[in-house]
Each structure stands twice: as C-alpha cells, then as structure tokens.
C-alpha cells in the first residue's frame, strides 16, 4: 500500500503564501517522481509542478513559474510545493501524486498514486 496524505491548505488573502506538504508512506519515496496537480470547480485537472526522484529537476507549468517552488526531503519521505504570491487564479483542489516508472512527465495518467487532495481557496 502507497499512500500519499497532503496537508498545508486553506484560506489566505491574495498575496499570501502557503506550504503544501505531502506525506509518502508505504513505498520507495526517492524513487519516485513526484507531482503537483491542481483542479478548480469547472475545470480541468491541470499540472503544477514536479520534482525527479534525487531533485536535481523540477518542472513547472508557466502560470506558477517563479511563485511557487516544489522540494522534496527524502528522509522524511516528504514532498513539497511552496506557493508566495498567491493570486485568485490559484484557488483550486491541490492533489499530491507519485509515478513508480522511470520517466519524468507531467501527464496526471502518467502518476500511479495520488493523495486525497488539499483545499487552497485565495479571496480578495
């Protein structure tokens, strides 16, 4: 059993910054690839972030580039996503995900275990 359990979320005003923090229990941590998806009510899962097993690289999409930073702890079997300057635009249902293959991607059918998902609502 893989389990993944997030924690970090809320509500901040806009400007702000939160921490996400997902816990990896059950499997191979620092082998895997792990990911940031986000899905907002009416739209589309969508990618934010990833980090390769050693965390030597990380990927991004353009929305979030410069605002927000994924890490990783291997010894706490611990994956991260530092989010500053939050924007409106941000609010969505913020889910952790781990790919067991060798492969760095940001394809959501690519990840194999996901956690249940953290609220992250930004107002005015």
């Known amino acids: 059993q893989v389990q993944l359990v997030e924690s970090g979320g809320g509500l901040v005003q806009a400007g702000g910054s939160l921490r996400l923090a997902c816990a990896v229990s059950?499997?191979?941590?620092?082998?895997?690839?792990m990911g940031w998806f986000r899905q907002a009510p009416g739209k589309e899962r969508e990618f934010v972030a990833a980090?390769?097993?050693?965390?030597?690289?990380?990927r991004y999409v353009e929305a979030v580039k410069g605002r927000f930073t994924i890490s990783r702890d291997n010894a706490e079997n611990t994956a991260y996503l530092q989010m500053n300057n939050l924007k409106l635009d941000d609010t969505a249902k913020y889910s952790c995900a781990a790919r067991a293959k060798v492969g760095f991607t940001s394809a959501a059918s690519d990840y194999d275990y996901w956690g249940q998902g953290t609220q992250v609502t930004v107002s005015s």
């Open positions: 059950g499997g191979t941590f620092s082998s895997y690839v």
């Open positions: 980090i390769s097993p050693g965390g030597t690289r990380t």
